[in-house]
């Protein structure tokens, strides 16, 4: 069984550019999740979807960052304009169900702003 | 309040000895407690997982001790290896899956 996916691995910019990033989840996972993970930190999550619906963004600062996932199956995760504390790991999961079974997690992308 | 805080944020272990990691939460609408172990370059992974109305889980060298009243529960790693070597995180979930927070992490080294 193919994992979590994501793209690209690493990214490097200047602070007030855009970024982008994609994430496949596994097949026939339902939900799907976006974490921020800060060196030395333990992942946060910014936001989960359920199919192509959101579930929480509670914690996605909504003035620059935006994520859709529009046909309930691969995902992006926008930062616009991106600022020196969004520097982390940004994660991507999937789970079968919201509230059923584990979370399984790809590798991250690394985003350095300069 | 949703902060698990974790302990210790280093731990360097001998080969064969117990490495032991600790949590504690505030927050008792908290209903499940996984404990995840990221390698460098890697997404976090489940290693071993626990519900409230259980005070211990084994499988295999790892274990969870859970006490509910002091709201605490620990990892602890038996005959440590270095390929054990890897930063570990509590986590806590509440509602089934729907809400997850992470501790801070515990990088471990076990030395040869």
């Known amino acids: 069984e193919a994992g979590v996916a994501q793209s690209p691995r690493y990214k490097i910019i200047e602070k007030r550019q855009s970024v982008a990033f994609w994430c496949n989840p596994i097949s026939g996972h339902a939900t799907l999740y976006w974490y921020q993970q800060i060196l030395g930190q333990g992942p946060k999550l910014l936001i989960q979807f359920q199919n192509n619906g959101v579930v929480d963004d509670s914690q996605l600062p909504k003035d620059r960052f935006s994520a859709e996932r529009l046909k309930g199956v691969d995902s992006t995760l926008k930062i616009q304009p991106a600022k020196l504390e969004d520097s982390a790991v940004y994660l991507c999961?999937?789970?079968?169900?919201?509230?059923?079974?584990?979370?399984?997690f790809g590798p991250g992308t690394r985003l350095t702003v300069l | 309040q949703q902060q698990v805080k974790q302990s210790p944020q280093s731990l360097i272990v001998q080969k064969g000895g117990i490495s032991i990691i600790n949590c504690a939460y505030e927050?008792?609408?908290?209903?499940?407690f996984p404990w995840y172990q990221q390698f460098p370059g890697k997404g976090p992974a489940l290693l071993i997982a626990i519900r409230p109305d259980v005070s211990e889980k084994k499988e295999g060298r790892f274990t969870i001790s859970f006490n509910k009243s002091a709201k605490q529960f620990s990892l602890h790693i038996m005959d440590s290896q270095p390929g054990d070597s890897a930063t570990y995180f509590c986590?806590?979930?509440?509602?089934?899956?729907?809400?997850?927070?992470f501790g801070t992490g515990t990088k471990l080294q076990v030395i040869p």
């Open positions: 986590a806590a979930f509440s509602g089934g899956y729907q809400k997850v927070t």
């Open positions: 927050n008792t609408a908290f209903d499940y």
């Open positions: 999961a999937s789970s079968l169900q919201t509230g059923v079974g584990e979370q399984f």
